[in-house]
């Protein structure tokens, strides 16, 4: 057999699980320390988006146990509306599964892979399985599932399946147990479900740290962020791929009607606009279009007036909220002043509108002797490890 | 229909092409620049991984072209052994699947994710396929096969496939057109190909940039790297979830047998003794293994004697051709000396092996008023976007 014929005997499929197995520092589990805050944040995500989407005010407890040397139990427990029974493993026991992954919306976690990727770092470092509970409305009871993740199918692996009496109505427990090192200050879990509170000022959320002790960041406002709605791509920075596919796999006939029905911001005139500025024809299939069109297509969007992308996608916190988030959070600091929070007008990027707000607190008892502390998010996330100066 | 149950309707699975289509910035796509440096390593990698195994002197012929505005045609053909035509549309068209990714040994691109991600990156940006030749040396004729990937599937879509005639008696021709920015000096494709040619004095690299000026690296040495050989992983730096995984899917009947079969170092003497410290019986299943069980087990391998890893995994490129190779390519500098390159004892990191090797030049004609430039590799691959200062 030839050495070509040998090297194929070798080339497989490789499971998306065993992938990131391997290559944990991609989703962020590069260090002890930073696994932890990953952790927390991957469960706390889903309960805050969860709940949002459920439009109710969340009640999140996080709860984290030393189990041993180096090994910590992470517990997140949430009142949001809880899984469907037969979701419970997928959500989970399998990477690249979710909901928000498809849909342009603001929401916290939409890569399908959070949650499921801290089950897998907790079976990898310690090798135990994470325990769920999960209870809907609808349902009389609840339903434990403890799983793992079968790494070599990318598939849920239940190991027992329990209906149980919950006290909650409705809610959402995750259980993970993981390799792990706890700390305090800087980068910590404390400080993440901090800078958690301040931009979710809706959200209680308790704490209790390894020692036992409890804080608790209160509800600061009994107002629901606004609820989000899926739009549309807007024509702006679109990719020329992108663009391709979608016109290979719309229900539209004609090139001005895909315009107007696959796009935001394109009325039938603005298409007809476009289609001419790109010497098109406005009635062409879709579907015939050809590399260099598309392209010319692309130029002519930069050619026309478009509105800004509609804004009911994403749901900025607001000056109000800004500033009562960070009065609740930091208020103990006794800061000055509160400078009026910003809230900029929407730009679009890649298709993708998005908003940038700010907040600042200076004077008071906040420490003079300081440098500046920038605090960043997006989409209502700390972003822990890539702060400003 | 309760929240639960309608939330319940939007989970789904969501295909590895997608995820990083969206994402593309893990794969190092994140700039126009920086995508052209990664898809030329990642064609070059595996040119360089199927010379070595076949044990052929790697010709490697690198052509970049502008083919309009940031776009750009990337052109990688080597004298490798081929790929066998079925295997084809597999190795270019589907993410996660390659032939290195399982076996613990030194090779470059390992993750089955690198050329496919140039194939979908380019797909995404420029709308174009890309386009294979390849020949194995059975095989009477070459083929060339034209394909994008499905990324709804992850799945290779060939939209042409021709026996042709080709000049050569083996080897691979790969060409993608990608959206990118071509730029000379630092963090460039022609600095890349430089530092590659340093580490591999065995290859042979022409440069075509998109000005038509050709730039030959020659060969500096006839001498392969020596094969390496596949091993088990040692014992030191394993993970508890890997050992458990181990246990639990080995054919060995007792815990003893176990550990000398699938581990590298550990004598039939040694089990016995990792077996006592761990207050566990040496002919115990592997697969009754506890979760408790399994941390003593590991707690012991840090408590015997364990020699240190085999290196026939490794390829050092040693003191010879580490001077060969500065010398070939930045002789024209005329460094005034070449201190005696190093090449460590090997260590083990997470059960795989590793050597440390360097090498220094210094005066002459190197510029005396810049600061030391610290060229950085791993497993002979430039790392181009985390150098030293």
């Not at 800078?195 to 308790?206: G, K, L, R």
């Not at 107002?223 to 702006?236: A, F, M, N």
């Not at 800061?335 to 908003?355: D, L, Q, S």
Request: charged share 25%; hydrophobic share 35%.
């Amino acid at each position: 057999m030839g050495i070509a014929h040998k090297m194929a005997k070798k080339q497989k499929e490789i499971s998306i699980a065993e992938f990131f197995e391997k290559n944990k520092q991609i989703l962020g589990f590069d260090s002890l320390t930073k696994a932890m805050v990953v952790s927390v944040k991957e469960a706390v995500d889903n309960s805050l988006d969860a709940c949002e989407e459920a439009r109710i005010l969340p009640d999140i407890l996080v709860i984290v146990e030393s189990v041993g040397k180096d090994e910590y139990r992470i517990i997140v427990e949430d009142n949001g509306p809880g899984i469907v029974r037969k979701n419970i493993p997928l959500v989970f026991g399998k990477l690249l599964y979710g909901s928000r992954f498809h849909a342009i919306r603001q929401s916290r976690g939409q890569q399908g892979i959070g949650i499921s990727a801290v089950v897998l770092y907790g079976q990898l470092t310690t090798g135990k399985p994470a325990r769920i509970i999960s209870k809907i409305r609808e349902d009389e009871v609840a339903y434990e599932v403890i799983l793992t993740i079968d790494t070599k199918k990318n598939e849920p692996k239940v190991i027992k399946e329990t209906p149980i009496i919950w006290d909650r109505e409705e809610g959402t427990h995750v259980e993970v147990t993981i390799r792990g090192r706890y700390i305090r200050g800087k980068q910590s879990i404390l400080e993440y479900l901090q800078q958690t509170a301040i931009v979710n000022p809706h959200a209680q959320i308790t704490f209790v740290d390894p020692d036992g002790r409890k804080i608790i960041f209160k509800r600061a406002a009994d107002i629901l962020p606004q609820p989000t709605r899926e739009i549309k791509p807007h024509p702006y920075g679109i990719e020329l791929g992108q663009l391709l596919n979608m016109a290979r796999s719309t229900k539209a006939y004609r090139l001005t009607s895909f315009l107007t029905t696959e796009f935001s911001r394109v009325s039938p005139k603005i298409a007809e606009e476009i289609c001419k500025k790109a010497y098109l024809y406005g009635d062409m299939r879709p579907k015939d279009l050809t590399i260099e069109e598309a392209k010319r297509l692309m130029e002519s969007f930069n050619k026309v007036k478009l509105m800004a992308p509609p804004t009911d996608c994403l749901s900025p916190i607001g000056e109000n909220l800004i500033k009562k988030g960070l009065k609740n959070v930091l208020g103990s600091l006794k800061p000055g002043f509160y400078a009026r929070p910003i809230t900029r007008e929407p730009k679009v990027y890649g298709g993708n509108p998005f908003i940038v707000e700010a907040g600042l607190v200076y004077g008071g008892e906040l420490p003079k002797d300081q440098p500046v502390k920038i605090l960043r998010f997006a989409n209502r996330v700390p972003l822990l490890y890539q702060q400003g100066g």
